[in-house]
């Protein structure tokens, strides 16, 4: 009986069995990593982040320079253009759509000078108001591209 005493003793004061041990280390390893991922997660979130604050900025700075430059009056040979340039080493591209113009006629903007009798391409009309597209493409970085579009209207001093 002593003997027997001994021995439960011995096992009450033992440590942790094998079988604890892998169940701890395998709580720690699946929280490891969700935390990873979770990291993970977010970097891609703030690249995308940085993207689109990026062609957002590009896109209202060129809005800002076209809207200072001067008004390009509508002719029937040589159509307008407000060129702009991004930053370089930026990454972001930026296209302007061609200019459409007022058509007080049908209350819309339209591709080509409105014709104020309707006959014909040849007497051309500049209502002295332009719509004018800017759209900014941010494709560095994440595998999507990040694009931000500003539309302005330029009118006429």
């Not at 005493?5 to 709580?27: F, Q």
């Not at 699946?30 to 993970?40: K, L, T, Y």
């Not at 000078?113 to 759209?135: E, H, N, R, S």
């Given at each position: ?36 991922g979770?990291?993970?997660t ?11 604050a ?8 060129a ?46 903007f ?30 560095s970085?994440?595998?999507?591209p990040s ?11």
């Amino acid at each position: 009986m002593a003997r027997l005493g001994r021995w439960a003793g011995s096992r009450a004061e033992g440590g942790s069995t094998l079988i604890e041990l892998l169940v701890a280390i395998v709580i720690m390893g699946i929280a490891f990593v969700v935390i990873v991922g979770g990291i993970g997660t977010a970097i891609i979130g703030a690249d995308s982040q940085k993207q689109q604050a990026g062609a957002d900025v590009v896109a209202r700075s060129a809005a800002e320079a076209i809207t200072a430059q001067d008004y390009r009056p509508c002719t029937a040979t040589d159509p307008p253009d407000y060129p702009f340039t991004p930053p370089s080493g930026s990454g972001i591209d930026v296209t302007t759509t061609p200019v459409s113009y007022w058509n007080p006629g049908t209350n819309q903007f339209q591709p080509t000078c409105p014709d104020p009798d309707g006959m014909g391409p040849l007497p051309v009309a500049d209502t002295g108001l332009q719509l004018i597209t800017v759209k900014a493409t941010s494709s560095s970085g994440t595998k999507r591209p990040s694009e931000e579009t500003v539309k302005l209207v330029k009118r006429r001093p």
